[in-house]
């Protein structure tokens, strides 16, 4: 009723009023822009897209990582021309700078540190940054000799929803499957340090030869990670899910 009585009223009101001359009108209104671009990007390229596009697996490798300590040794990390992948579970990374959430009482583990600092030389914050955790380089995998390094992009998939992170973190040589209390937060799992996590069911896809910079600048991330996916996912229909290639600069430093 509201819209129609306003629609009746503004025909009168053109009958009645002066004819305006064309260049006089107010120019039209531009649509709005979302207020969270971000949150857009971030589910431009679906997760159900990535998945399929790392559904083979072309070891990269020299062996297996575990999950966690005394877990069987059965995860190979994967690579393609562009990127490297796993499928994992998630343990909770609450390391770096300390907060609330993320302190020597809320995690028995806790450290004060991070392999990459932020710009201004202080360890990134787990609570506020999503990043992922890659292992300490070994005999089985390093992840530098794959253009990967601090602030390298990651896709991070869960069930139906992408989360775009920074490689941020290292951790011990034969377990994968790590990432920040703002990345499990922001894939609704459950982001306690002690005893939270994801069992299984968590695809990690590190794009090769990315950076953000400043590494705490999430947003770059994200502007980065959409762009790497779509080209990830198309060039994979293209050719047929990619070729691996191993041979990358060394973004390490």
């Known amino acids: ?3 129609q009585s306003l629609t009746l009223a503004a025909a009168s009101a053109a009958l009645l009023a002066p004819t305006t001359p064309p260049a006089l009108l107010a120019p039209t209104t531009p649509p709005a822009v979302s207020p ?3 949150v857009w990007r971030e589910s431009m390229v679906s997760a159900a897209e990535l998945l399929a596009t790392v559904r083979d697996c072309t070891p990269v490798s020299r062996g297996r990582y575990r999950s966690d300590y005394g877990a069987p040794a059965n995860i190979p990390v994967c690579g393609t021309r562009d990127a ?8 909770i990374d609450c390391d770096g700078r300390p907060g609330p959430r993320c302190n020597r009482r809320t995690d028995p583990y806790f450290a004060a540190s991070t392999a ?7 360890p990134l914050s787990a609570e506020r940054l999503p990043f992922i955790v890659v292992p300490a380089p070994s005999g089985l995998w390093d992840y530098r000799d794959h253009g ?4 390298s992009v990651v ?3 869960y069930r139906d929803q992408v989360q775009y992170a920074v490689v941020g973190d290292t951790g011990p040589q034969d377990i994968i499957g790590e990432a920040s209390y703002a990345t499990a937060k922001a894939l609704g799992i459950r982001a306690d340090p ?5 069992p299984s069911g968590v695809t ?5 030869n990315t950076r953000v910079s400043p590494i705490e600048d999430h947003a770059a991330a994200v502007t980065e990670g959409e762009r790497a996916a779509r080209r990830f996912a198309d060039g994979s229909r293209a050719d047929g899910n990619g070729a691996a290639d191993d041979v990358s600069p060394d973004l390490s430093g």
């Not at 490297?84 to 579970?89: E, I, R």
């Not at 990967?148 to 602030?151: A, L, P, Q, V």
Request: aromatic content about 14%; overall charge positive.
């Open 36 to 38: 969270h671009p971000a």
């Open 155 to 157: 896709a991070v998939v």
């Open 84 to 91: 490297v992948f796993w499928k994992a579970d998630m343990d």
């Open 148 to 151: 990967i390094g601090g602030g």
């Open 1 to 3: 009723m509201r819209v």
């Open 194 to 198: 002690h005893g939270g996590g994801a």
């Open 116 to 122: 990459y600092a932020q710009s201004d030389g202080r």
């Open 204 to 208: 990690y896809i590190v794009f090769k």
